[in-house]
């Protein structure tokens, strides 16, 4: 149908026009927003609201009242429904050699102050390539299922669950009346490659490998395409349990065999470093002939007991360890270098390839990490590689190890095409034209643009709003270089804070956002709503999306929950007091000391903490974030209802029953803080043998002193 222009319209013609607008603009509405199946593309969508809007500017007094110029807009639906987990989903630590075999299960001796000739039992099984799901019973019947997610807060993918076969609806036997059971969503290769030739028929894509189709299957809001797709379910793990039915990991997998799941075949319980070893070399010899992916082998501490006593460290248990294969590798040729600039100013040369698949997946780009590795050799002058220095147009060999961003290994010298020149690293940057400088001893070169450097704040603001920071959707990579660099002041995002004013920027503003190529009105809508949505936020999220250097996630964490609350932690990183130049870690004054003492601080983390707030310009920067945002205080992540939940602890002495390290992760566990040393604000001193002076400060302190025993007693974790 060709319609009238605009400006040719009657105004019974105009009439009738701005009714179908207003209807078809909402049938989309509602396919976009809730039932995910947009018929039409945002371009397209755009242009029904502009050509209502030019009606309707044309004949203001037929404005309808349910002109879609009038409605703020559908409510926002996300995809699926949020599960929080009752007990986290973890990821788990890895391993890629033999001899990190060998280390782990000493270090589990170590913690657990095993003798050596006491056996640890370890099973090993078959790491799967899929994407992990928890599946809750109650009552022997399915109740939810949720993916991964962030690992606190999933997807609820219940209805989809359901339509797989190796998920039973009832369980068999006698389950706990609460199980929640973990384990791998995955599709076999069989039926991978089955599915990708009916995609490619139907004229859609194919995935990239098994993984993605399994998770692309299971993200269905129409849980028919779930049902379609031959999707698989290994159990290996579980999360809230009422009652424990087994003491073991191989106990626990057993009943899950008897409850009616799958679990795999290839699961075996070792002895000792060497037998893991054994059982993963045999695994790794069976991978190309298993119909399913894997990409290691997950190795569990045996006894519950054990597990319980070692706890975790940061996402991951300190009981597992993933040992993976090794990456794979293919052959291709560097046709370019480009030089990004990080947060910090760092030049990263990225290697731009001959486009090239490894594993599955479509390779374009690899890190070539820093000058001296494209030179060859390290800053004490050692050589790299054999090969000698890294140019464009040489033949290169590319690996890659899972989701991390492929590397060069090698190149193939013999292949070099003649007049290929060493590759002239910038001593510039090439954002901002500063001079880019290596210090002493240091790596990488750095550019000294600071606060002028584009491409820093850039990344910075990146940084603000990904996943594990602010996680501010529709701000991707893309949003962002356009938001920073827009000229129009309703337009434009320079600091954190002016995403948080864009909206009533944009408001006041006659340019629109959705008028602008690449913005529908649906997706600012959905902006906003992401935008809003943060304003309210975890303290650790708040503080690691700010980029203070050596200030990751896990240390982010660590700050929040020693000062819980915000207006603490900025009180304290302005009150410190860093030891002066020369003087020891251990001067300065006591605010300072509180700071260093945190689990997991040094005088490192602590330092930059105290100079970032020391920065008048990182001042100014959070004071109109903090005008728009309220970090929440920091949520203890264990029981609170425990004795010592909140309290400071500095155990002292040689303690008999645990290593410090166990002693310091179970005070964690009941939710109390660990010290180094003992100040006003500790609550109890742990003390063993051979205590000195900080049992005798705590003595001055009046501060409670009990033994090893009572501490035990105290949390309630003697063995009955
Ligand atoms: S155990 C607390 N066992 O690997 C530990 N995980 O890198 C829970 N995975 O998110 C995980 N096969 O999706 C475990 N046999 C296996 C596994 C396995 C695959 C995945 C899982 C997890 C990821 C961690």
């Known amino acids: 149908m060709t319609k009238t222009a605009v400006d040719q319209l009657s105004e019974a013609q105009a009439?009738?026009?701005?009714?179908?607008?207003?209807?078809?603009?909402?049938?989309?509405?509602?396919?976009?927003?809730?039932?995910?199946?947009?018929?039409?593309?945002?371009?397209?969508?755009?242009?029904?609201?502009?050509?209502?809007?030019?009606?309707?500017?044309?004949?203001?007094?037929?404005?309808?009242?349910?002109?879609?110029?009038?409605?703020?807009?559908?409510?926002?639906?996300?995809?699926?429904?949020?599960?929080?987990?009752?007990?986290?989903?973890?990821?788990?630590?890895?391993?890629?050699?033999?001899?990190?075999?060998?280390?782990?299960?000493?270090?589990?001796?170590?913690?657990?102050?095993l003798p050596a000739d006491k056996p640890l039992d370890i099973t090993a099984e078959p790491k799967i390539d899929g994407l992990s799901l928890s599946l809750r019973y109650e009552k022997g019947r399915l109740v939810s299922a949720s993916t991964r997610g962030d690992g606190m807060v999933g997807e609820d993918v219940t209805v989809n669950a359901r339509t797989i076969a190796d998920i039973p609806q009832v369980l068999s036997g006698s389950p706990p009346d609460v199980l929640e059971v973990r384990g791998e969503i995955y599709m076999g290769r069989r039926d991978f490659a089955a599915l990708n030739a009916r995609q490619v028929e139907a004229g859609n894509p194919p995935f990239a490998n098994p993984r993605n189709a399994a998770a692309g299957s299971?993200?269905?809001?129409?849980?028919?395409?779930?049902?379609?797709?031959?999707?698989?379910?290994?159990?290996?793990?579980?999360?809230?349990?009422?009652?424990?039915?087994?003491?073991?990991?191989?106990?626990?997998?057993e009943c899950f065999d008897k409850y009616g799941f799958t679990t795999n075949p290839l699961m075996k319980l070792c002895h000792d470093a060497a037998g893991l070893i054994r059982h993963y070399h045999k695994i790794e010899a069976m991978r190309a002939e298993l119909d399913y992916d894997i990409d290691g082998v997950v190795y569990?501490?045996?006894?519950?007991?054990?597990?319980?006593?070692?706890?975790?460290?940061?996402?991951?248990?300190?009981?597992?360890?993933?040992?993976?294969?090794?990456?794979?590798?293919?052959?291709?040729?560097?046709?370019?270098?480009?030089?990004?600039?990080?947060?910090?100013?760092?030049?990263?040369?990225?290697?731009?390839?001959?486009?090239?698949?490894?594993g599955g997946a479509v390779v374009t780009n690899a890190t070539l990490h820093n000058e001296d590795y494209i030179?060859?050799?390290?800053?004490?002058?050692?050589?790299?590689?054999?090969s000698g220095d890294i140019r464009i147009g040489d033949t290169v060999i590319i690996q890659r190890a899972g989701d991390v961003i492929p590397q060069i290994v090698d190149i193939l010298p013999?292949?070099?095409?003649?007049?290929?020149?060493?590759?002239?690293?910038?001593?510039?940057?090439?954002?901002?034209?500063s001079h880019a400088v290596r210090e002493e001893g240091?790596?990488?070169?750095?550019?000294?643009?600071?606060?002028?450097?584009?491409?820093?704040?850039?990344?910075?603001?990146?940084?603000?709003?990904?996943?594990?920071?602010?996680?501010?959707?529709?701000?991707?990579?893309?949003?962002?270089?356009?938001?920073?660099?827009?000229?129009?002041?309703?337009?434009?995002?320079?600091?954190?804070?002016?995403?948080?004013?864009?909206?009533?920027?944009?408001?006041?503003?006659?340019?629109?956002?959705?008028?602008?190529?690449?913005?529908?009105?649906?997706?600012?809508?959905?902006?906003?709503?992401?935008?809003?949505?943060?304003?309210?936020?975890?303290?650790?999220?708040f503080l690691f999306g700010l980029g203070i250097r050596h200030v990751g996630e896990v240390n982010a964490r660590r700050l929040a929950r020693h000062y819980v609350n915000y207006t603490a932690l900025a009180a304290a990183a302005g009150a410190a007091r860093m030891p002066e130049a020369g003087e020891k870690a251990d001067k300065g004054n006591e605010v300072w000391q509180e700071l260093i003492n945190i689990e997991g601080i040094g005088g490192i983390v602590a330092g930059a903490v105290v100079d970032f707030y020391a920065e008048p310009h990182n001042v100014e920067v959070l004071g109109s974030l903090l005008a728009e945002v309220t970090p929440l205080d920091e949520e203890l992540p264990v029981a609170t209802d425990s004795p010592v939940a909140g309290k400071t602890i500095v155990f002292t002495g040689s303690l008999q029953r645990m290593s410090r390290d166990e002693a310091k992760a179970m005070a964690?566990?009941?939710?109390?803080?660990?010290?180094?040393?003992?100040?006003a604000k500790t609550s109890l001193v742990v003390a063993g043998p051979g205590a000195g002076s900080k049992l005798n400060k705590a003595r001055e302190l009046g501060i409670e002193i009990i033994d090893e025993d009572a501490w035990f007693a105290l949390v309630g974790a003697d063995e009955k």
């Open 414 to 433: 013999e292949k070099r095409p003649a007049g290929a020149v060493p590759y002239p690293f910038p001593h510039t940057c090439p954002a901002c034209g």
């Open 442 to 541: 240091e790596a990488v070169r750095r550019c000294m643009g600071g606060l002028v450097c584009p491409a820093q704040a850039v990344e910075r603001i990146r940084h603000f709003v990904s996943r594990n920071a602010f996680d501010i959707e529709g701000l991707g990579e893309e949003r962002v270089e356009f938001f920073f660099s827009a000229e129009d002041p309703s337009v434009t995002i320079r600091s954190p804070a002016d995403i948080f004013t864009l909206q009533k920027r944009q408001e006041q503003s006659l340019t629109k956002l959705e008028n602008i190529d690449g913005f529908g009105a649906t997706s600012v809508k959905k902006l906003y709503a992401a935008i809003d949505a943060r304003r309210r936020i975890a303290l650790s999220r």
């Open 300 to 358: 569990k501490i045996n006894d519950l007991a054990l597990q319980n006593r070692l706890g975790f460290v940061s996402r991951s248990p300190r009981w597992a360890l993933a040992h993976k294969f090794p990456a794979e590798q293919a052959i291709t040729i560097l046709r370019q270098i480009d030089i990004q600039v990080g947060r910090t100013g760092a030049l990263t040369p990225v290697a731009r390839l001959e486009p090239i698949t490894v």
């Open 375 to 386: 030179r060859g050799v390290d800053s004490a002058g050692a050589p790299i590689r054999d």
């Open 218 to 253: 299971l993200r269905q809001l129409d849980s028919s395409i779930t049902a379609s797709r031959a999707l698989r379910f290994f159990a290996y793990a579980w999360g809230e349990v009422s009652a424990l039915p087994a003491r073991s990991q191989m106990g626990m997998v």
């Open 668 to 679: 964690e566990r009941y939710g109390a803080r660990a010290a180094g040393s003992v100040s």
């Open 15 to 113: 009439v009738k026009e701005l009714k179908r607008l207003a209807e078809e603009i909402a049938r989309h509405d509602h396919l976009y927003n809730t039932e995910d199946k947009p018929e039409i593309t945002d371009a397209d969508y755009d242009a029904l609201r502009r050509r209502n809007l030019a009606i309707e500017q044309r004949f203001p007094h037929l404005v309808r009242d349910d002109s879609p110029s009038r409605k703020v807009g559908a409510p926002v639906s996300e995809k699926f429904a949020k599960i929080r987990h009752a007990v986290p989903m973890l990821s788990l630590d890895n391993g890629f050699e033999d001899q990190d075999v060998e280390d782990f299960a000493e270090r589990l001796r170590r913690f657990l102050r």
